[in-house]
Each structure stands twice: as structure tokens, then as C-alpha cells.
């Protein structure tokens, strides 16, 4: 199996990922904004901001399909999927961990917080959102396998839930021969032709049943394998055409979520534009690759986890501290999602430097090391 280090980053690719999630934190700081102010009313654009979960997941079967080669015909052995699971693993859980942790501290402060004020301990648990036994689900990335009606804990997370149901999907992938890696190929288009067409008969959004974010997950995951599989389409097309088709796939991208057209027409633009920036060619691309744009998209993983938990904060402590109304003007609601979003940068930073990475590599290193002492040659 081909090691991540020896592939060249899509550095499209990352910052897109970057400017989505910047794109998603918009969507959920929405509700901070001044009662006179409805964003839904002239716009569908955040709205629809689920939809760029959709994009991740696009992106992520796309990535994974180049790092790993799944146009190689051989299976892979054992010991390859197990250095692939690890990776995985690295990639997402131990952030995932720390900010569960640190949701689950913070509502025992406000627990605390309330008991000696109130006499009463609450908070922590509220029988929905947060209980137990999706606290567990949670500590083990199936908290999005269909147990739930909704999203629980740190709420992003249950987008990494869905991503990791597909990292086990791709290594059964990997473990199969040409034949049987096309045919189960064929299966996951058909999942993923019944999903959509489904959504565009009923005209449905795709976050409508929390109980199907695999297939949600699964469906736009394969558009990414499916993609990778079809790249070479656009080899042959010039830097000139290739910037025009990406200028147009954005601009209608855009038009299509602010008038709120069917998820699978903007689902398909978005696997578009996926498709013609994977060789960093074209103007858009270009800008893409800009360092300070590059430099969020490597933050991204960093800003979807942690903004959620920011809002928490901000909706807990803002008025209590500062006596001010969260929605008191238009301005000073605008100033303080602007604020908010701001300070998400910085935080991501630190947590990409001083978490992510470290803890990523410190169990790629472990891991990878148990794993190849087991396969060591032993000498007599």
C-alpha cells in the first residue's frame, strides 16, 4: 500500500475543505443574530449549510481513494489495512476525544456552577441530547449508526461517527480482488442512485431522518471513490477551459443553495467542482492554493470541532458576564457572530499545532511501531 507521504497534497482540496467548514460555524453562529434579522428569509444559502457536510464526505472518498490507490487491482494484506486503520484512527479520534471531554467538563461546570448558586445539579445530563448511553456511543464513533434521533454531545462529531462507518466500508474495499471490489463498486452506486433519487422525487432534504446519516455518509463517500475512478475526464482539458468550468460550477453552486433548489442538484455541483480542482489546475485552483486560504483548510478539522462547543459558551456566559443581550442590537449581534467566528481561527490554530498533530502522530507512531513489531522477523 502506497504511504500517505509519498502522494502530493490536493492542496485544492484542503483549502475547499477549509472555506466549508468556515462555511458550516456561519451556519450554526446564525442563531445569535438579531431578531430582525433573518438570513433565511432572503437567503437559502445557510439554510442549506448541511449540505457542506455532504461536501466533506465527497471530498473524503475522493482523498482517500488517491492516497490509497483503489484503482490498483490487488487485494491488500492484512497488515496493509491494519497501517490503514491506524491512520484513520490517528486522523479523527484523538481530537474527537479531547473536545468530548471538554464538552462533558464544561457542563459540569455549569452543573457546579448552578448547585452552588441554586442548590440544584442539573445540566449535565438532559435526557435527549445528552444521556449516558449516547455519551458511550459517542467514546466509541457510533453515535450516528442509527441509534439516535438527533446529534448528541459535541454535535459535529456525528459527521466523524458516519466518516469512520465509511473508513470501514473502504477497507473492506481494499481487502477484496478487482472482481469483487467492482461489484461491490456497483452495489454502493446503487445505494447511492435509490438515496438521491429518492431525495429528488420527494423533494426531501437529506438531514430530514438523523437515523440514515450512514447511508447519507455512505452515498456521497462512493460519489468521491466514483469520482477518483473517472478523474482522468478532465486530463485532457485545458488550464483555460478548465478555469471556466470551475468559475461556472461555483457561481451555480451558489445560486443553486441560495434559492434552496433540490440537495441532489447541489450535492452534484459540489462533486463537480471536487472533480476539476483535483489537479490544482485553473484559476480557481490557484487562488486555492494561496497559503493564507491552504493554511484554514488545514485548520479545518480543528474549527468544525471545536465551534460548537464556542457557542455553548457564548450562549451560557455571554450575558452573565457581560450584562448585555446576545441579541441586543443588529449591530451588536453582528459584531459579536463576527467576533466569534474571528476567534475560532486562532483557536483552531493553537488545537491543529498543540493537539491534533501531536496526538496524531504520537499514535501513528505507537500504533505503527506494536504493528511492526509483530511482524518483525524473529531470530533463533
Given at each position: 500500500?502506497?504511504?500517505?507521504?509519498?502522494?502530493?497534497?490536493?492542496?485544492?482540496?484542503?483549502?475547499?475543505?477549509?472555506?466549508?467548514?468556515?462555511?458550516?460555524?456561519?451556519?450554526?453562529?446564525?442563531?445569535?443574530?438579531?431578531?430582525?434579522?433573518?438570513?433565511?428569509?432572503?437567503?437559502?444559502?445557510?439554510?442549506?449549510?448541511?449540505?457542506?457536510?455532504?461536501?466533506?464526505?465527497?471530498?473524503?472518498?475522493?482523498?482517500?481513494?488517491?492516497?490509497?490507490?483503489?484503482?490498483?487491482?490487488?487485494?491488500?494484506?492484512?497488515?496493509?489495512?491494519?497501517?490503514?486503520?491506524?491512520?484513520?484512527?490517528?486522523?479523527?479520534?484523538?481530537?474527537?476525544?479531547?473536545?468530548?471531554?471538554?464538552?462533558?467538563?464544561?457542563?459540569?461546570?455549569?452543573?457546579?456552577?448552578?448547585?452552588?448558586?441554586?442548590?440544584?445539579?442539573?445540566?449535565?445530563?438532559?435526557?435527549s441530547l445528552r444521556s449516558p448511553d449516547s455519551l458511550l456511543a459517542n467514546l466509541f464513533l457510533v453515535?450516528?449508526?442509527?441509534?439516535?434521533?438527533?446529534?448528541?454531545?459535541?454535535?459535529?462529531?456525528?459527521?466523524?461517527?458516519?466518516?469512520?462507518?465509511?473508513?470501514?466500508?473502504?477497507?473492506?474495499?481494499?481487502?477484496?480482488?478487482?472482481?469483487?471490489?467492482?461489484?461491490?463498486?456497483?452495489?454502493?452506486?446503487?445505494?447511492?442512485?435509490?438515496?438521491?433519487?429518492?431525495?429528488?422525487?420527494?423533494?426531501?432534504?437529506?438531514?430530514?431522518?438523523?437515523?440514515?446519516?450512514?447511508?447519507?455518509?455512505?452515498?456521497?463517500?462512493?460519489?468521491?471513490?466514483?469520482?477518483?475512478?473517472?478523474?482522468?475526464?478532465?486530463?485532457?482539458?485545458?488550464?483555460?477551459?478548465?478555469?471556466?468550468?470551475?468559475?461556472?460550477?461555483?457561481?451555480?453552486?451558489?445560486?443553486?443553495?441560495?434559492?434552496?433548489?433540490?440537495?441532489?442538484?447541489?450535492?452534484?455541483?459540489?462533486?463537480?467542482?471536487?472533480?476539476?480542482?483535483?489537479?490544482?489546475?485553473?484559476?480557481?485552483?490557484?487562488?486555492?492554493?494561496?497559503?493564507?486560504?491552504?493554511?484554514?483548510?488545514?485548520?479545518?478539522?480543528?474549527?468544525?470541532?471545536?465551534?460548537?462547543?464556542?457557542?455553548?459558551?457564548a450562549q451560557k456566559d455571554w450575558e452573565y458576564y457581560t450584562g448585555l443581550p446576545l441579541q441586543s442590537?443588529?449591530?451588536?449581534?453582528?459584531?459579536?457572530?463576527?467576533?466569534?467566528?474571528?476567534?475560532?481561527?486562532?483557536?483552531?490554530?493553537?488545537?491543529?499545532?498543540?493537539?491534533?498533530?501531536?496526538?496524531?502522530?504520537?499514535?501513528?507512531?505507537?500504533?505503527?511501531?506494536?504493528?511492526?513489531?509483530?511482524?518483525?522477523?524473529?531470530?533463533?
Amino acid at each position: 500500500m502506497t504511504p500517505i507521504s509519498n502522494k502530493s497534497e490536493i492542496r485544492s482540496h484542503t483549502a475547499l475543505r477549509g472555506l466549508a467548514a468556515l462555511i458550516v460555524v456561519l451556519v450554526h453562529f446564525r442563531s445569535f443574530f438579531h431578531p430582525s434579522i433573518h438570513p433565511d428569509e432572503v437567503t437559502f444559502f445557510l439554510a442549506k449549510g448541511y449540505l457542506w457536510v455532504d461536501f466533506f464526505f465527497i471530498l473524503s472518498g475522493f482523498v482517500l481513494s488517491y492516497v490509497y490507490g483503489i484503482e490498483h487491482p490487488e487485494r491488500r494484506t492484512f497488515r496493509d489495512i491494519t497501517h490503514y486503520l491506524i491512520a484513520r484512527f490517528a486522523r479523527i479520534y484523538p481530537l474527537h476525544l479531547i473536545s468530548l471531554i471538554a464538552v462533558f467538563l464544561f457542563f459540569i461546570t455549569v452543573a457546579l456552577i448552578s448547585w452552588s448558586q441554586n442548590g440544584t445539579f442539573c445540566c449535565v445530563f438532559d435526557g435527549s441530547l445528552r444521556s449516558p448511553d449516547s455519551l458511550l456511543a459517542n467514546l466509541f464513533l457510533v453515535h450516528a449508526w442509527g441509534m439516535f434521533d438527533w446529534v448528541t454531545w459535541n454535535f459535529p462529531s456525528w459527521s466523524l461517527s458516519a466518516e469512520f462507518f465509511c473508513y470501514l466500508i473502504f477497507a473492506t474495499l481494499l481487502t477484496m480482488d478487482s472482481g469483487s471490489r467492482k461489484l461491490a463498486l456497483i452495489a454502493l452506486l446503487c445505494i447511492v442512485l435509490l438515496y438521491y433519487g429518492f431525495h429528488l422525487i420527494t423533494s426531501g432534504d437529506v438531514d430530514e431522518n438523523f437515523r440514515f446519516s450512514v447511508v447519507r455518509a455512505t452515498s456521497a463517500f462512493s460519489i468521491g471513490i466514483v469520482l477518483f475512478l473517472g478523474r482522468q475526464t478532465i486530463s485532457a482539458l485545458s488550464e483555460k477551459c478548465l478555469t471556466h468550468i470551475q468559475i461556472t460550477a461555483s457561481i451555480t453552486l451558489l445560486l443553486t443553495l441560495h434559492f434552496g433548489v433540490p440537495d441532489v442538484i447541489s450535492i452534484s455541483l459540489m462533486a463537480l467542482i471536487v472533480l476539476v480542482t483535483w489537479e490544482d489546475r485553473g484559476s480557481l485552483c490557484n487562488w486555492l492554493a494561496t497559503r493564507h486560504i491552504h493554511t484554514i483548510g488545514l485548520f479545518s478539522y480543528s474549527i468544525y470541532m471545536w465551534h460548537y462547543l464556542i457557542k455553548f459558551i457564548a450562549q451560557k456566559d455571554w450575558e452573565y458576564y457581560t450584562g448585555l443581550p446576545l441579541q441586543s442590537s443588529i449591530p451588536g449581534s453582528a459584531i459579536f457572530v463576527a467576533c466569534l467566528t474571528g476567534l475560532i481561527i486562532p483557536i483552531s490554530a493553537w488545537s491543529y499545532r498543540s493537539l491534533e498533530m501531536p496526538a496524531r502522530r504520537w499514535i501513528s507512531i505507537r500504533l505503527n511501531c506494536l504493528l511492526e513489531t509483530k511482524y518483525a522477523p524473529k531470530y533463533t
